[in-house]
Nanobody, 126 residues
Framework: QGQLAESGGGSVQSGGSLRLSCAASTLMSGRYCMGWFRQAPGKEPEGVANINSDGKVNYATSMRHRVTISQDKTKNTLYLQMDNLKPEDTNMYYC????????????????????WGQGTQVTVSS
């Protein structure tokens, strides 16, 4: 661990937007799967969005149509643009990385990911 660092979280009102960033050290080379997931205390982690090194993306149902995942390999950074945020989106958001899941970069792959960040808190007030 220690090779992923999230930032960009904060407090916003319902309907607001945030852009999360995940600095990925030297991990964004070759084949890989990266993604964002969220987890509240005492609850199972929930996937949000995934992207692999080829740029193939997929979104979980929970935030589909309200988030956009992207990556900039020149900056070794993964992004998550979140719009129209709702109070139920309040959570700790994490990024994850693993080369093993390059071809199967969807679903709950992050539960077995080799690299996790420390997370960034998102709080949405009504």
């Amino acid at each position: 661990q220690g090779q992923l660092a999230e930032s960009g979280g904060g407090s916003v009102q319902s309907g607001g937007s945030l852009r999360l960033s995940c600095a990925a050290s030297t991990l964004m080379s070759g084949r890989y799967c990266m993604g964002w997931f969220r987890q509240a205390p005492g609850k199972e982690p929930e996937g949000v969005a995934n992207i692999n090194s080829d740029g193939k993306v997929n979104y979980a149902t929970s935030m589909r149509h309200r988030v956009t995942i992207s990556q900039d390999k020149t900056k070794n950074t993964l992004y998550l643009q979140m719009d129209n945020l709702k109070p139920e989106d309040t959570n700790m958001y994490y990024c994850a990385h693993d080369r093993t899941y390059y071809e199967y970069c969807s679903g709950t792959w992050f539960k077995g990911a080799k690299h996790w960040g420390q997370g960034t808190q998102v709080t949405v007030s009504s």
